[in-house]
Structure formats: structure tokens, C-alpha cells
């Protein structure tokens, strides 16, 4: 009789991993429900990991905004009272639906025919975050999966909405700091080399931005190349390396300008999953450490890890997050008011609300100075380049009219 690995949450909310005899995976699965336990990965006999050299290129992940438009269709048929298995047939039979996630949509099919749970079926495929299969496990469990799915579409739509905006938000002023680079590397290629002569026929040295631009031009291409590299592998060790990180995180949140950035970015994020996982009935260590698990900053995700083992030991939420200097006052507030009156869900939804919208207001602002600030920068570069060659030249002039 073949043996399933598996990993399920049992009654109390707390994660557990085994294995079990059963002649099919329906089997398995039917004997996992009868020990009131949500499995959310069961591994098939002699199922082995791809490795990484052998995987499709992306495959692991998938953007927010198309997360969005799959819940968004699913979120509709399932209100529809369509079946779960009949509601997946139609999604992978959409023309536009991106080839990993068609893929994707094909397994789930596969595995709820099989007689496993679409949380289950979720959960055991990377391209879907947890805190997305724990949510749809609650609003199986409640019975309310259409309302789940409805409001986890309308969290990934304002998520896609939010990096939209703040992509569009920085596109002008990147493509300006693409063509200062652009137009000093011309000056340096072009126009230096053109009036070096100059100077040295006339035995006088070059002004200090003529001589600066002349040895950036004077750097070979393997020299570039090597420090362009060096900064990658900087990057690279930074997003690996948890110390590196975690360093770089907290001078990241030193800076003025970033730093609150930063803050009210994680703040909302948090607060958001928070709020979304505690009112779909998620236990709250686990709905804290999935929490923690969206963050971005090594920094603020250590306080919420640190957070839910404080809060194992008795500790209030509010007293346990507190004990981090980076959570901000207000969250803490309305974090312990929630606790104290038994709304929670909804004083952390509006946490989630008033840093959102303060950190997208601190985008705005931060990029319609960035735009005239940054044009200002390269007009002065290039003017005092124009205006030193310029003088430099008319001074030898007058020398030799003498």
C-alpha cells in the first residue's frame, strides 16, 4: 500500500506533517478529513523534486495583477454556483490566460477531480502565495467561498492597482536619469576627445570637468563591465545573504526620505493581511506569521517573527509588537484597541487603509519633486560642461590674439 507524505492543519489551527497509508489520494485525503484535519499538501508516491536547472524560466512566480484577474473570474463563477471543477475547466480554456498559469489551472483541475480540496490543490503549487490557500481554506471551512474569493480579488486588485501607479509614478523620472547618463556619456565619448587638442597645442591644462569626463571616457569596457558586475553581486548577496540583508535593511530605514517610505509601505501590507486572514477565521499565530511572510523588509519581518513568540508566551499583540522601535505609534494603537474591544479585523483593515493611502500620497509627492529636481541636475551637468569648454577655449583664443 503506497504511503502520502503530507502536511495539514488540525482543529486547534496548528500545522502538521506525517505520512499515511491509503490505496489511492482520494483515500488519503477522505481519511485526513475524518481526523478534522485541512490538508494543504499531500505528496503522491515517489514524487520528486524538479530541480532548479530543470524548471520552466518564471515558473515560480506570477505577478499580482494576474493573480488578480485568475481570482477575479474565479471569484464570479463560483458566485455563479458553478462547481469547483467545472469553474477551472472554463478558466484553462481562456485564450488569454498566461501559459504557466493555464498550466497551473490544468493541476488544480486534476487535483480536484481527484476528491482534494481547492485549498489543498492551491496549496501545493508555488506560483500561489500561502496566505492565498489559507484564506480559501477559511472560506471553505465557513462555507463562504464565493464572499473569500470576492474579497481576496478585491485586496490583489488594489495591491496590481498600487505597483501600477507607483511604476507609472517613476517612469519619467527614470527615463530622465537615463538620459543624463546617456548625454554625459556622449560628452564624454564625443565631445572631450574633440577639444583635448586644444588644450594641449596650446599648453594649457584642461578644466577639471574636461579632465573628470576625459578619464571616464579613458575606463575601458572590461573595467565597466567588471563593476557592473560587482554591483550585481552585491545585489545578489544582499537578497541572499539574511546578515547582508538584514544590515541593509536597517540603513535603508535610517535614510530620511526612504525610510518612512518604507515604514508605511510594510505597515499597510501587514495590516492588510492581518485583517484579511483574522476575518476569515485564521488563527492569530498563524495569521501573524503569514503576515510576516508578505513583508518585504528583513527588518520588520523579524519583529512580526518575534512578535508571535512573544505573544505565545501571553503577551498582548500590541505589547509584543511594541517591543519593536519600527512599528509605528498609530498601528500600535489601533492594534491594542482591537484587542481591547474584540475588533481587531476591522481596526487593522483600517490601519491598512490610512497607511496605504499615506504611502502612496508620500509616492506623489516624492516623484513630482523628483521630476523638476532632476531636470535642474542635468541642465546644470551639461551647462557647466558647455560653458567650461567654452570659456576655456575663448580664454586661448584672446591669448593668441595678444
Known amino acids: 500500500m503506497p504511503r502520502y507524505s503530507f502536511k495539514a492543519y488540525d482543529a486547534n489551527g496548528n500545522l502538521r506533517t506525517g505520512e499515511i497509508s491509503a490505496d489511492t489520494r482520494g483515500s488519503a485525503l477522505e481519511t485526513l478529513s475524518r481526523r478534522a484535519q485541512t490538508v494543504v499538501h499531500l505528496d503522491e508516491p515517489g514524487a520528486k523534486t524538479i530541480p532548479w536547472w530543470q524548471r520552466e524560466i518564471g515558473q515560480d512566480k506570477l505577478s499580482t495583477s494576474q493573480l488578480a484577474s485568475f481570482t477575479r473570474e474565479l471569484s464570479s463563477l463560483v458566485k455563479a454556483s458553478l462547481p469547483v471543477d467545472e469553474t477551472l475547466r472554463i478558466l484553462s480554456m481562456q485564450p488569454q490566460i498566461r501559459a ?237 484597541v482591537g484587542e481591547q474591544t474584540g475588533q481587531l479585523g476591522a481596526l487593522t483593515q483600517r490601519a491598512a487603509e490610512i497607511y496605504e493611502g499615506a504611502f502612496q500620497r508620500r509616492v506623489d509627492r516624492l516623484t513630482a519633486m523628483a521630476t523638476p529636481i532632476l531636470t535642474l541636475v542635468i541642465g546644470g551637468i551639461v551647462g557647466v560642461i558647455v560653458v567650461s569648454v567654452l570659456s576655456a577655449v575663448l580664454a586661448m583664443n584672446a591669448l593668441v590674439l595678444q
Open 100 to 336: 504557466r498559469l493555464r498550466q497551473a489551472t490544468h493541476e488544480l483541475l486534476r487535483r480536484v477531480s481527484e476528491g482534494e480540496q481547492l485549498s489543498a490543490a492551491i496549496a501545493s503549487d508555488r506560483i500561489f502565495p500561502e496566505f492565498y490557500s489559507r484564506l480559501v481554506a477559511a472560506g471553505e471551512m465557513s462555507g463562504a467561498l464565493p464572499a473569500t474569493l470576492e474579497q481576496l480579488a478585491d485586496y490583489l486588485e488594489r495591491s496590481a492597482e498600487s505597483r501600477t501607479r507607483i511604476v507609472a509614478s517613476l517612469a519619467y523620472p527614470a527615463l530622465i536619469f537615463v538620459a543624463a547618463l546617456v548625454v554625459i556619456g556622449v560628452l564624454a565619448v564625443v565631445l572631450v576627445p574633440a577639444v583635448l587638442p586644444i588644450f594641449a597645442d596650446a599648453g594649457t591644462d584642461p578644466p577639471f570637468i574636461i579632465r573628470t569626463l576625459s578619464g571616464l571616457g579613458a575606463i575601458e569596457m572590461t573595467t565597466w563591465i567588471a563593476l557592473i558586475a560587482a554591483f550585481l553581486g552585491i545585489g545578489v548577496l544582499a537578497a541572499t545573504n539574511r546578515p547582508v540583508r538584514q544590515r541593509l535593511d536597517h540603513a535603508i530605514l535610517g535614510f530620511p526620505l526612504v525610510g518612512p517610505l518604507v515604514v508605511e509601505r510594510e505597515s499597510g501590507r501587514f495590516a492588510r493581511a492581518l485583517s484579511m486572514l483574522l476575518a476569515n477565521d485564521v488563527p492569530m499565530l498563524d495569521a501573524l506569521r503569514i503576515s510576516g511572510d508578505t513583508l518585504s523588509s528583513a527588518v520588520f519581518r523579524d519583529a512580526i517573527a518575534e512578535a508571535g513568540h512573544r505573544l505565545k508566551e501571553g503577551e498582548s499583540l500590541a505589547t509584543a509588537l511594541a517591543r519593536s522601535s519600527r512599528v509605528p505609534p498609530l498601528l500600535l494603537r489601533l492594534v491594542s
